[in-house]
């Protein structure tokens, strides 16, 4: 059994992907990211595998989504990825297959999900 001293909230915002660049240096195919969460939270950045949904990074930029701002950051292949996109995958989903969570209708930036 697990036992917490303290209940941490999940705090999941609304942002825009303002910046998609590829990122050969993951281990697995992947882009950078730098995603707006408005004037609470600024700039974020990212490190996300979506190459297989989202074969053309430009195609990012602009979309809405929704992200976990709280987790501490992790480091993948020397970038400080600071915030987890969160997406959807399918039963019958190739491998790698993710589909980014976005409000609909849009929402202000930083918007709490909840």
Request: charged share 20%; no cysteine; glycine share 10%.
């Amino acid at each position: 059994m697990i036992e917490f001293s303290h209940f941490t909230r999940v705090d999941m915002r609304v942002g825009r992907i303002v910046e998609a660049l590829p990122f050969p240096e993951a281990h697995n195919p992947s882009y950078r990211l730098r995603i707006d969460f408005g004037p609470e939270l600024g700039d974020r950045v990212s490190a996300a595998q979506l190459t297989v949904t989202y074969p053309d990074p430009a195609a990012l930029v602009g979309r809405q989504v929704v992200a976990v701002v709280n987790f501490p950051p992790r480091r993948i292949a020397g970038f400080a990825s600071q915030v987890l996109l969160l997406g959807a995958m399918g039963e019958g989903d190739e491998a790698g297959e993710v589909r980014l969570l976005e409000p609909s209708p849009a929402a202000p930036l930083g918007a709490r999900i909840g």
